[in-house]
């Protein structure tokens, strides 16, 4: 552990890891943005990270950017931590060289600030250590959501012949102009997608509707009321929603059924709310014990009944903790798939969900599949970012008492 506070023991291992994890990223989001030859090197970021490490400790300010340049010229040649394969253009080319050397020496500049070339603290090395180890999260875990991502996007934009020709060319053709959009006309046109959405958002408002209408009353009386067995319903709670839903699978199938609910957009709507009701107890009744019990004592002293105390008093001061819980539902029944699968045949009363499995089929364009997703993802990403503070506020807002 001394040695590794040496701070250029540090500055070589972290310099070679960051230079090898930035050239990574370069490679494969050029290689998809441009369809065009890119790799990492190991050889490469061992010598050159190693380097880039050392030039970025504290000292003169010519040092790091020198040594940019220098490493942009040995990946343009081919002789860096990215190498660039001989087909590709020039401008790529060096678009490629500049983003591996200047995010590379950017991270390792923040990373190693404060870091002297002999021995350091154990301050000064676990603050390098961790904003290494923070970098490294945020680009690992954005890489993993970005790039399914853009890789369904850009198939969606393209058409057949374009994906039987190169299926791993994710580049895109701005000049096509409207006609990217083709697919997602022929879902509307063609797929009957317009009502797939409209019966997912009517399915879903209603069930955080109900969800709320028996969870505000169930986690009210499970946080403020005194009766026998409630210390085992507030345990049961999550019990009940840890049961997995492939197991009530048949039984469901079998009793919607015999009662004729099978197929039906009522169905779903009463089955929903079962697999939400627990978790906006879950989330309420902690909410509802952070409240303080005096303002609710107060209404009941000046009159109001419980009901009022409820709708006038603690409803308003939960509107963060409501809002949490109706997004949360909201997303559990707009993405829900087992139940609408094995209960809705009738396209006409296809969920979203239920409408994207339906494509997945070997007569229709893979591009229409991964349009589908799209129309499904993007609207719950707008709501949830839009809505993201009040969900958090509503998380946190019941973990401390008072």
């Known amino acids: 552990m001394t040695m590794l506070r040496q701070g250029s023991v540090t500055a070589?291992?972290?310099g070679i890891l960051w230079t090898f994890l930035i050239a990574t990223t370069v490679a494969v989001s050029l290689s998809f943005a441009t369809g065009e030859a890119f790799r990492p090197s190991l050889l490469g970021s061992l010598v050159w990270g190693a380097a880039l490490g050392l030039a970025c400790l504290p000292g003169p300010k010519w040092k790091p950017m020198g040594a940019a340049m220098?490493?942009?010229?040995?990946?343009?040649?081919?002789?860096?931590?990215?190498?660039?394969?001989?087909?590709?253009s020039v401008f790529s080319g060096v678009i490629g060289a500049l983003a591996a050397a200047g995010f590379s020496v950017l991270g390792l500049w923040i990373i190693l600030d404060d870091m002297a070339l002999g021995a350091n603290n154990r301050h000064v090395f676990e603050a390098a250590v961790i904003r290494f180890l923070s970098g490294f999260g945020y680009i690992f875990f954005t890489?993993?959501?970005?790039?399914?991502?853009?890789?369904?996007?850009?198939?969606?934009?393209k058409n057949q012949s374009e994906l039987m020709q190169n299926p791993l060319?994710?580049?895109?053709?701005l000049s096509k102009g409207w006609e990217l959009f083709r697919s997602y006309e022929e879902l509307f046109n063609q797929f009957n997608f317009g009502?797939?959405?409209?019966?997912?958002?009517?399915?879903?408002v209603l069930t955080v509707f109900i969800t709320l209408l028996f969870a505000v009353p169930g986690a009210y009386a499970v946080a403020r009321l005194r009766f026998r067995g409630r210390a085992a319903f507030s345990r049961a709670i999550l019990l009940i929603y840890m049961v997995p839903?492939?197991?009530?699978?048949?039984?469901?199938?079998?009793a919607y059924s015999m009662t004729g609910l099978r197929n039906t957009i009522?169905?779903?709507?009463?089955?929903?709310?079962?697999?939400?009701?627990?978790?906006?107890?879950?989330?309420?009744q902690g909410y509802f014990r952070g409240l303080p019990a005096e303002v609710e004592e107060a209404g009941l002293m000046d009159g109001l009944s419980r009901l009022k105390v409820i709708w006038k008093i603690t409803l308003p001061l939960s509107l963060p903790a409501m809002a949490?819980?109706?997004l949360y539902v909201f997303m559990i029944a707009w993405n829900e798939f087992l139940l609408a699968f094995m209960l809705l045949d009738d396209p006409s009363k296809f969920t979203l969900t239920r409408g994207i499995a339906s494509l997945n089929s070997s007569e229709i364009p893979r591009q229409h599949l991964m349009a589908g997703a799209v129309i499904a993802t993007v609207p719950i990403m707008v709501i949830f970012l839009g809505l993201e503070r009040f969900m958090t506020k509503g998380l946190t807002a019941g973990s401390v008492k008072g």
């Open 324 to 326: 949490s819980v109706s």
């Open 195 to 204: 009502t797939y959405l409209l019966n997912s958002f009517v399915i879903s």
């Open 169 to 173: 060319d994710f580049s895109i053709e």
């Open 12 to 14: 070589v291992i972290i």
């Open 266 to 284: 009522g169905g779903i709507v009463m089955i929903y709310p079962v697999t939400t009701i627990p978790v906006a107890l879950y989330m309420l």
């Open 245 to 254: 839903m492939i197991v009530l699978a048949l039984p469901i199938y079998i």
């Open 70 to 88: 220098l490493v942009a010229i040995a990946c343009y040649l081919g002789y860096g931590p990215l190498v660039i394969a001989e087909t590709v």
């Open 143 to 157: 890489a993993i959501v970005l790039i399914p991502f853009y890789v369904m996007v850009l198939t969606s934009l």
